[in-house]
């Protein structure tokens, strides 16, 4: 079985009524968590129908912004404390069949040195959303958001993986946070989220920390659809907190001297030549 988790903020409320909806259809679906960064709780009219589901727990954080990855974390600990065996971590802006999400917990049955899988994931025009990376240097980071693309579309290629297709299993350090599939086990023995970070390096942070001890894979045999804002890209405001938290992400992994970056990143583009993740079938 497996919980999911949505972390919220003044969402559009139809949109997040239709993922969940979807996740209700999956078999091995226990529970969905929704957790409320909004300064005013849900509209009780819109929401009565779906929240009169045993299955959905809705939790508003008084007004409070908690930020991405100390919201999940609460309903990540309410896994553990179920003894879930697996957590979905997901965007309210994702599209995904309920059959797919059954797959992906067969696959994780079958694979039990699995940390975390993500899914191929494309724009709603059906473009390939290149989420699988290296870990990043501070180069990369700030190169891609203050930089012409055509001055670093090299080096942003190769972080981005490309030169992989896109087309097989890939055991990556760094997934998006978007649509994580966890296993409750990995992320425990992670500490959950890093809750110094509101926004955005949790994902590489929470990854790069599983990765150590478990296969942290990308599975293009499932695909799933996010309309993904960019937000960072095109509010000054977010920019900051970006930038801030990036910050705080290479304060605590080392800005230039990363040595386990280095060799991750190293392990990871050999896979290309090798291609030899296995699994426990």
Known sequence: MFNASIVLYQPQWNQVIELCQTLLHAQSL????????????????????????????????????????KAHNIAIRESVWQKTKYHLVLN????????????????????????????????????????????????????RRFLPMKWNKKRND?????????????????LSGCFMFLRTA?????????????LYPEDIDLTRTIHRDWLTLYVPDVTIIHDHARASYKNLKMTWVHTVNMCKYFNKWGWFFDRERELMNQITEEQFSTN??????
């Not at 990995?186 to 509101?198: H, I, P, T």
């Not at 030899?276 to 079938?281: K, Q, R, V």
């Open 186 to 198: 990995a992320v425990l023995q992670a500490r959950l989220f890093d809750e110094r970070y509101f």
């Open 158 to 174: 190769r972080y981005e993986l490309r030169q992989s297709g896109y087309d097989k299993i890939m055991n990556v350090p760094y």
């Open 276 to 281: 030899n993740i296995s699994s426990n079938d």
């Open 92 to 143: 309210s802006d994702i599209k995904v069949r309920a059959e797919d999400l059954d797959w992906l917990h067969t696959f994780m049955e079958h694979n039990s040195n699995v940390g975390s899988v993500m899914p191929r994931v494309e724009y709603p025009n059906g473009e390939t959303q290149y989420l699988c990376k290296l870990l990043p240097t501070p180069w990369d980071v700030f190169a």
């Open 30 to 69: 226990r529970a969905v968590f929704l957790i409320d960064n909004s300064a005013a709780p849900a509209d009780t009219e819109l929401t009565k129908n779906l929240f009169s589901s045993r299955k959905i727990h809705y939790i508003w954080n008084n007004g409070h912004n908690l930020g991405y990855g």
